[in-house]
């Protein structure tokens, strides 16, 4: 049974600050993403990683940073938190055999973590 | 214009009844369409998956994709409480592109 998980359900940061979300999977899951998840928006992808110490942007990666230091781990980093990056951060990772032309970001079958909200203040 | 349309609901039925939820989509290069279901608290999960048009059906759940009509369907008979959770539809263009999610339906089954 596949799980992922994510290093907090709640986090509240003030604005300027560092913040650090994490995620770990235990299937040796190559692929792994972070959307986050708004009323109204849907999820969005703000990276992805294919490989330890490789990654992509997705579609709204301004304010954001990652790092894959171990095939498990993907952590997202928020450099400098502000109002508008409060939301639900999703965690997945999915197996490059799920992949529509064996292109990462087409994993079709994404095993997500519980999410964390997190509030900028 | 989003390229996925989805209803946010919320959508309330009684028990029993036959549920549909549905998405419309603009970019007609879209193949695989997809329905995840996310419970409160809890990421979302792969339900059903289908490859271009017609029907697929999984117990008392049934995905139909027209793509004529750009628009997708998913059928639930004799709903339960524990369908309870928002829906949301994905979908892939047939290169293979990132997955393109819908806003989600939020669905109550009340006993």
């Known amino acids: 049974d596949v799980k992922v998980t994510q290093s907090s359900r709640y986090l509240v940061k003030r604005t300027g600050e560092k913040v650090f979300l994490e995620c770990v999977q235990d299937m040796d899951h190559e692929n792994m993403f972070w959307y986050r998840q708004d009323p109204g928006l849907g999820l969005r992808l703000i990276y992805f990683s294919y490989d330890v110490k490789m990654k992509e942007k997705g579609d709204i990666p301004e304010g954001y940073s990652v790092s894959r230091e171990k095939k498990e781990r993907f952590s997202l980093i928020l450099e400098s938190a502000s109002t508008n990056q409060t939301s639900m951060y999703l965690c997945?990772?999915?197996?490059?055999?799920?992949?529509?032309?064996?292109?990462?970001?087409?994993?079709?079958?994404?095993?997500f973590g519980p999410g964390t909200r997190l509030t900028v203040t | 214009q989003k390229e996925v349309e989805q209803d946010p609901g919320p959508l309330s039925v009684p028990e029993g009844a036959i549920v549909s939820l549905n998405c419309t989509y603009s970019n007609s290069a879209f193949q695989y369409f997809m329905w995840y279901r996310q419970y409160s608290r809890k990421g979302p999960e792969l339900l059903m998956y289908t490859y271009s048009s017609g029907n697929k059906e999984d117990g008392r759940f049934t995905a139909q994709v027209d793509k004529s009509s750009k628009y997708i369907s998913l059928f639930i008979r004799d709903s339960q409480p524990s369908d309870s959770a928002t829906y949301l539809c994905?979908?892939?263009?047939?290169?293979?592109?990132?997955?393109?999610f819908g806003q989600g339906t939020e669905l109550s089954v009340k006993p």
């Open positions: 997945a990772s999915s197996s490059i055999w799920g992949a529509i032309r064996r292109r990462v970001e087409s994993s079709y079958e994404q095993y």
């Open positions: 994905a979908m892939l263009d047939n290169q293979g592109g990132k997955l393109i």
